[in-house]
């Protein structure tokens, strides 16, 4: 019986990184339905734009208020969860902050004083994010959109991270007690300057006995070591997804010129053909060429690329993009924020389906009209200030034109504005309504 916390222990620990392997095996799935895209070229520029990105929060101080409030709580939560690695030994061999016996009792007390400041610095970050999301109206974060379980799961995650703050304050500051009461192995060892200041003189106040300060520390400690599995686990159903997918976002980002539209290879593959007199129409597709899609563009899920996918589950919902978007400012529908938020919604639509069935099974609806209209996608103006304010290199902007390009070229339900042009493009070599032969009357003056 000596051993049940250290089996308890063991089953939780088990459990909770299966359960999160699990949801990380599904979203992969999922993002695996989407075409396959080679993003592999330029690796030192991919590598260099992640650490800048995704580690280093460059994009975040664009904003400088959030953006320190965002780093105090983004630095000081991964760096404090470095503790789980010490939390993990004791519950396995019921140690007790086996680290100072690996590092010494003097880096120790570095390692500890530090872990209290920077959980001070989060709960800090938090209270303000949660004052700031709530009371003081920023547009961008009060918006319909966000209305119902987006703005519950922002509020919720800032909730719990202050909830785990607090048990590791209360866990230090009993433990902090103990140890100058020379309290069984509580040996004198850490440095907590934040509990010592805060939690220990509410304690005393109380005179709280030995026995009872113990199971106040057990109780925390056991709080901490499974709100960090409950948050972990939690993640999958939260935007904050992005804590882990930001950095494979930022290593695929598209690095080349904003603006810069690709071609599709079949389309070109077509057009050689169509220009080559020796050319057999009819003859199988050569190794190496590109067969022609099912589709031209995006209807669906499956038809965007395994990047764009990726982007929808990274998205963190922040609303820098719908911020600048001149379409939203204007009052129109489009809002690129909510057009991976309902991309993320199919997929995940999709993926249901497929844990239902074994395999997808039509249910009769399309992410075109069922989930994003074309009047948002014909608002957007396409001037890239959506890309350009995302502080995780997120591309909305490549949705919607792949979707446009499926009204375009599958549907011809291009709005009678781009008929003309494209019509006047076809027969006059320019977008506007004249004779070839005038096309240089303009210079005549």
Not at 102 to 119: C, K, M, S, V
Request: aromatic share 14%; hydrophobic share 45%; net charge neutral.
């Amino acid at each position: 019986m000596q051993y049940i916390d250290n089996i308890i222990f063991l089953i939780l620990l088990v459990a909770g990184f299966w359960l999160f392997a699990k949801s990380l095996q599904k979203i992969y799935r999922n993002i695996r339905l989407g075409r396959e895209i080679n993003r592999n070229n330029r690796k030192g520029e991919r590598w260099e734009t992640m650490a800048r990105v995704a580690m280093g929060q460059s994009k975040m101080t664009k904003r400088p208020v959030a953006g320190i409030l965002h780093l105090f709580v983004y630095v000081g939560f991964i760096i404090i969860n470095i503790e789980l690695i010490e939390i993990i030994v004791d519950g396995i061999f019921g140690t007790h902050r086996f680290l100072a016996t690996i590092i010494g009792n003097t880096l120790y007390g570095y390692f500890t004083a530090t872990l209290e400041i920077l959980a001070l610095l989060v709960v800090i970050g938090v209270v303000l994010f949660f004052i700031r999301r709530n009371f003081y109206g920023v547009k961008r974060l009060t918006m319909k959109e966000l209305f119902g379980w987006p703005k519950e799961d922002a509020n919720w995650i800032l909730i719990i991270e202050f909830a785990l703050m607090m048990a590791f304050f209360t866990m230090n500051a009993s433990d902090f007690i103990l140890q100058t009461r020379g309290f069984d192995h509580f040996a004198r060892i850490g440095s907590f300057p934040i509990s010592e200041i805060t939690f220990v003189p509410f304690f005393e106040v109380f005179s709280f006995d030995n026995g009872f300060l113990f199971g106040i520390e057990r109780a925390a400690w056991w709080f901490h070591f499974v709100g960090i599995l409950f948050f972990m686990n939690y993640l999958y159903y939260s935007k904050h997804l992005h804590i882990i997918l930001a950095f494979p976002s930022t290593w695929y980002a598209n690095l080349e010129k904003k603006g810069k539209f690709n071609n599709l290879d079949s389309v070109t593959q077509e057009i050689k053909l169509m220009m080559d007199p020796n050319a057999d129409p009819y003859a199988a597709p050569a190794a190496g060429d590109a067969e022609a899609p099912s589709k031209f563009g995006a209807e669906d899920v499956f038809d965007l690329n395994q990047v764009q996918l990726l982007n929808a589950y990274s998205c963190t919902e922040c609303g820098r993009c719908t911020a600048v978007c001149p379409a939203n400012i204007t009052g129109k529908k489009l809002s690129p924020r909510l057009i991976l938020m309902k991309t993320r919604d199919r997929l995940e639509e999709v993926g249901r389906n497929i844990d239902k069935n074994g395999k997808f099974e039509d249910d009769g609806k399309k992410l075109l009209n069922d989930y994003i209209t074309k009047e948002e996608l014909w608002a957007c103006t396409t001037c890239n200030a959506c890309t350009e304010a995302c502080p995780v290199l997120l591309d909305p902007l490549s949705i919607i034109f792949d979707m446009r390009r499926f009204l375009v070229m599958e549907q011809s339900a291009a709005p009678q504005e781009l008929n003309l042009m494209m019509a006047n493009v076809e027969n006059n070599a320019a977008p506007w309504q004249y004779n070839q032969a005038d096309r240089l009357n303009w210079a005549n003056d």
